[in-house]
């Protein structure tokens, strides 16, 4: 062993060999507990002195705890699941979901979601009548809730391992490797190994061995004089410096800039608008009849009273209320019902990007023409890795007489794959009320393979007739978190708004790349 690297020893490494000198060997426990090292500055040292061959690794196991997250605590602190709770409001003779979700113990998202697992477990049925017991037991949710929540709050540690097999395949499909923060479950694998001292180490230690190695050369220490009988440790000029993080955009952030660049740099105008809107422009202006579902209070976010949004002309109100009451100057006959002006005047938020559109065609847009904007919307939805309450939409407009759908379809392959970079995409035909014909943009993720990306179509005379407009009109709403699962490289939606610094710097933020349909590294 030579006198250099006797000098290259850190007082860590010194203080672990002594250790393993001491004990011969030790597992990973034994051994912070004996140096007094916390577990950062114990790895560090470990892997510095397995990278010298100082010490090596005798054996190691692996062991998989399960502990609650965020969803879970919420659950273990009410005392009862969503499952447990449906069960015995079930048992207890109520069977319709609506009254079940009258019941504040969980929110409306928490029993639709339970209601769904009892029915895909086959605990529940739907029958005549509503819902059914179909399995008294209970399925694998009582035994989840003893062999996890009961052990956890009583202080103890439930191992993956000692679950029954259901239980274990119950427990990970509730905790997701991303978004852990909304997690029921989080799921933790840890390695403990056993090491020892190797004749290198031994030689490295004796070496060292009542001499006093001066790492930093400190004012004190000049001051002393200790540095004229110390042994300075060599410092390896070579080993890649720490990483210094600056300041950058949010890389989704990145991407709507991006995407707004691309549309402006086609020739598009910028539409905005505010984030409340009134039910005439949201729905009444886009031919959705009064009693059309999506008008639900579930489904938008109605402001309270009081709340006012500027209405439109009464001369272009009047032909809106024609076009749905009677088909106006349509051609059709309209959906033939007693159109409310009050209602339509009610204050709620966006959940539509198209109501941009609707705004811009009821403002004297240019004709041929061609719009976007990207829309902030709110709906109520459940969230889920391609689901969030509030999002963004990209939604555009094309007017002009030599306009068909064979230009949406064109338009719609962009997007799809100059946008959100996919390399499989398809359209289905599809339903909406204020475009005739409608399809869907559906594009294959990696991981979540297909989904919906959004709609479009040619507006119907219904929605143009009343604004003025005489040329046909191609119209899109598509889904711009969507694409960013794509284009930045994620699988889960909600890590978009992840505050984990280390998640953001890992995603594909390079503005002139994220466009290019394919290469996004």
Known sequence: ??????????????????????????????????????????????????????????????????????VGTVYAEKGITPELALIELV???VALLPEIQKNELFDRAQWGSAM?????????KKGPDGLALNDPSGGVFPAVWSGVYSVLGEGGTV???????????????????RGRSRAEFVINETTSSVIEIAPLGTEALEAARGKSTIGILTREILASGEWKNGSFRRYQVDIPPSRIHIGRFHPYAL????????????????????????????????????????RDIHDAYYLEDGIKVAPPSRDLGD??????????????????????????????????????????????????????????????????ATHLPDFFQVEGIVLGEDINMRHLLGLLKLFATEVAGA???????????????????????????????????????????????????????????????????????????????????????????????????
């Open 1 to 70: 062993m030579s006198e250099t690297v006797s000098k290259d020893l850190h007082p860590l490494e010194k203080t672990l060999l002594k250790w393993l000198a001491e004990h011969g060997s030790g597992s990973d426990m034994e051994a912070m507990a004996g140096t007094g090292m916390d577990e950062g500055s114990y790895r560090r040292a470990l892997q510095w002195l397995l990278s010298r061959n100082m010490a090596s690794i005798i054996s190691s196991s692996k062991t998989v705890t399960v502990e609650l997250g965020a």
């Open 91 to 93: 048992r207890s003779g």
């Open 116 to 124: 769904g697992a009892l029915l895909k477990s086959g605990v529940l």
């Open 159 to 177: 191992h993956l391992s000692q679950l029954k097999e259901s239980v274990v395949a119950e427990v990970s499909s509730r905790a997701p490797k």
């Open 255 to 294: 991407f709507l800039d991006s995407v707004r660049d691309k549309l402006q740099a086609m020739g598009f105008q910028e539409m905005k608008g505010s984030l409340a809107e009134s039910e005439f422009w949201n729905n009444d202006a886009l031919f959705m009849p009064q009693f059309h579902p999506a």
């Open 319 to 384: 032909k809106v209320r024609s076009a749905h009451e009677n088909g106006g100057n349509t051609g059709g006959r309209g959906w033939e019902y007693n159109f409310e002006w009050e209602r339509s005047l009610k204050a709620i938020m966006r959940s539509q990007g198209t109501a941009l559109s609707a705004r811009t065609l009821g403002s004297d847009p240019d004709i041929p023409g061609k719009y976007f904007g990207i829309a902030k919307c709110f709906r109520y939805d459940q969230v889920d």
């Open 423 to 521: 390399t499989e995409y398809k359209f289905v035909p599809a339903y909406f009320p204020f475009t005739e014909p409608s399809v869907e943009l559906h594009v294959k993720h990696p991981v979540l393979g297909w989904f919906e990306m959004g709609g479009a179509g040619l507006f119907r005379r219904e929605v143009c007739e009343p604004m003025g407009i005489d040329v046909p009109v191609i119209a899109w709403g598509l889904g711009l978190d969507r694409m960013a699962l794509l284009a930045l490289g994620l699988s889960d939606i909600r890590d978009l708004l992840n505050p984990d610094l280390a998640k953001l710097r890992e995603m594909r933020s390079t503005p002139e790349k994220l466009l290019g349909g394919g290469d996004n590294a």
